[in-house]
């Protein structure tokens, strides 16, 4: 691509700000579709000639963009613009989220906003869900019992089958919403002991959870789920201590 007019152009004198102002600068002309969707970024180079800054400030920039999800930037190519996801927007907090739950509160707060979420979710799809949402419910939970005896396998099945309540309202933020809450709790998911009676539980509750949903009784799906979230909660507290 042709290099982009100069506008504002940063002054290096400035370092950090410099950095900061190069990143505005290319952050409004992908927002604004200047640079569009699978653009290549000009040339470390390009960039150093045009725009008067050092390489070190262009890097501190093309980082900023790329931990913003503007840009997908690898070693040896050069930086493409990222389309536009919720997926993109919620990896932007990830390193936020994550000193989050550091915080001996962090992880109970985000496990509360799960469970809030959900609460509606598992209503909505009593009310809502399509014969089509209910086979995906279903394949789902008969996955996730095929799985009890294989823990690591369980652990995807029990994600998939809550990810399905996320998919019934059609609301692209939901998914995201989901992946982000699997990619945040992960780390403390996974260092719990994982037995075949305590899967054969967490089925129990996914079960009670469909048969509600399936008998189209929104007061008993959200009691389900929001009993399952409980006992869940029991289980960290029993593997982490008091949180």
Do not use: C
């Not at 700000?17 to 640079?35: K, Q, T």
């Not at 000639?49 to 503007?70: D, Q």
């Not at 509606?120 to 095929?146: G, H, M, P």
Request: hydrophobic residues 40%; without cysteine.
């Amino acid at each position: 691509m042709k290099n982009p007019k100069p506008q504002n152009q940063p002054a290096d004198s400035k370092g950090g700000r410099a950095a900061d102002d190069l990143f505005e600068l290319f952050a409004e002309m992908i927002n604004s579709g200047v640079l569009r969707e699978g653009e290549t970024l000009p040339s470390e180079r390009e960039i150093v000639e045009t725009y008067g800054v050092s390489r070190t400030v262009v890097r501190e920039a093309i980082l900023a963009l790329a931990n913003k999800g503007l840009i997908e930037a690898r070693p040896r190519y050069r930086p493409v613009v990222r389309k536009p996801s919720y997926d993109a927007a919620l990896e932007t907090v990830d390193s936020v989220v994550g000193r989050l739950l550091n915080n001996p509160a962090g992880i109970k707060n985000l496990f509360d906003t799960r469970a809030m979420v959900e609460a509606s979710l598992v209503r909505q799809a009593a009310t809502n869900a399509t014969k089509d949402d209910i086979a995906d419910l279903k394949q789902a939970l008969e996955a996730n019992e095929a799985a009890i005896e294989d823990s690591e396998l369980f652990y995807q099945t029990d994600m998939a089958f809550h990810g399905v309540l996320y998919e019934i309202p059609r609301n692209p933020v939901l998914p995201a919403v989901h992946k982000a809450y699997t990619s945040w709790l992960a780390p403390q998911w996974l260092r719990m002991p994982r037995l075949p009676e305590r899967n054969r539980g967490n089925h129990r509750s996914h079960k009670a959870i469909y048969e509600a949903i399936l008998m189209r009784d929104p007061d008993a799906a959200e009691a389900a789920l929001r009993s399952h979230l409980a006992d869940a909660w029991d289980q960290v507290r029993q593997t982490f201590g008091e949180t």
